[in-house]
């Protein structure tokens, strides 16, 4: 409970207190509906953005597990269903080769590989959602500034000089975490020194629901398919370059990407902007401190290529509102350490072969040397032949449940 009447610098006291409204701190939060617990969320964005966010670019292809908790929260509902695509199919294609490594959704029973859904719708459901989450209060266009936290409690204060402290601390504030640093928890980042410029592009030949991975000699092409003649296109290039692909009009681009993609879809035509993100992959030492806990992106932020960073994120605001609800049905202390170690080792055991997986693949399709070149060539021939690698993959690909 809030303290009643405070005196200057006082703080006030909630059960838990989460840091950053992005997918996975609003999912987070939804996750812990019902529990009784008085959760404030501290956001740096206005509420207004919150709840109708900007197109970002982002097309987030998702598994069917985080399908299912995207369900579980009724954060799904609120998707419209004319936005969700689906990938049925999977190709990847090594430099200017016409041979393929083939991901084929009828090997894994389901109707499809996964669905894609726009990174803003997902903001704006996850928010609509989060609306309907009775016992949090949304402290939005506000910064955590700094923050600490001693045996019994965790605290932060706000740029306005407001002072909360909780016995619990989520932070959710993005790859870059502030409160992440603050609390001492040292991270492994490897700059990739690259960039990546995601737009959607409509096409005169149908997609067959196929996302392409194309891994050209100094750039990496992945086009996804959205509903009708339309994808998401994302390059990643050196971030040298990625100025000069920004910069090209219009036309030019579309006729490059038309080219690069051998015009397997015809002509193609971009729709609204271009948007570019650094690549930087971040992966936590450890997901908990002292009454303080990591999720999302603050925990793990994945090089985009092989599409798990919020999967991931889902997984681990899952998982920790699990242990948070079980603790507190005992009436056990919600920020205890045993209850957080345990959360991270469950998460980390899942991450961590994901991310070292993707970096190496990052690694060696990105390095254009002549060994690596026919490695990975040798790979996509391998994958197609050796059943069960290729069913692993796929296994990976969905993240099934059942
Ligand atoms: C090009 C691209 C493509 C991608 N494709 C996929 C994909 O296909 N599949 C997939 O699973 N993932 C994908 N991802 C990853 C996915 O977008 C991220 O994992 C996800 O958005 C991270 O969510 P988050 O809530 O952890 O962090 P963020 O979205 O970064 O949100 C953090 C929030 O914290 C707030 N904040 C930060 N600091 C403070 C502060 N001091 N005080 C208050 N608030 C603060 C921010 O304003 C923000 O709202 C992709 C990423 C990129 C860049």
Redesign the pocket.
Known sequence: MKVAALTEGQAETYDLIV?????????FVRALKGCGLDIAI????PRSI?ADPPI????????HR?EGILRDLEIWPHIPAKEVSFIRHAKVINGGSSYALHFDHRDTGKDYLGP?VA?NL??RAAFAAFQEVAEVELIDG????ASGGNEEMAWVT??NGRRLQAPLLVA????????RRRFGIAARMRDFGRS?I?CRMDHDEGHGDTAFECFHYGRTLAI?PLAGRRSSV?ITLPTDDAAEVMALDEEAFNRDIAVRFTQRLGSMGLIGER?I?P?VAVYADRFFGRRFAL?????V??H?VT????????RSAAKLAGEIRAAHAQGADIGAARGLRRYHIAHDRVARPIYLGTNILVGLYTDDRRPARIARNALLHLGNLLHPARHAIMRQLTDKVA
Do not use: K, W
């Not at 970002?56 to 598994?63: F, H, N, S, V, Y």
């Open positions: 840091v950053g409204a992005g997918p996975a701190g609003l999912s501290v956001e740096q964005l919150l970002d670019g982002r097309d987030i292809a998702l598994t985080s894609m990174n997902i903001r506000r910064s955590v500034v706000l740029d959710a504030d993005s790859r870059f975490s502030e409160t990546c995601v996804l994302v948007h993100y690549l999720i999302g992106d603050a925990a932020g994945m985009p599409a798990h960073g919020f999967n991931l994120g889902l």
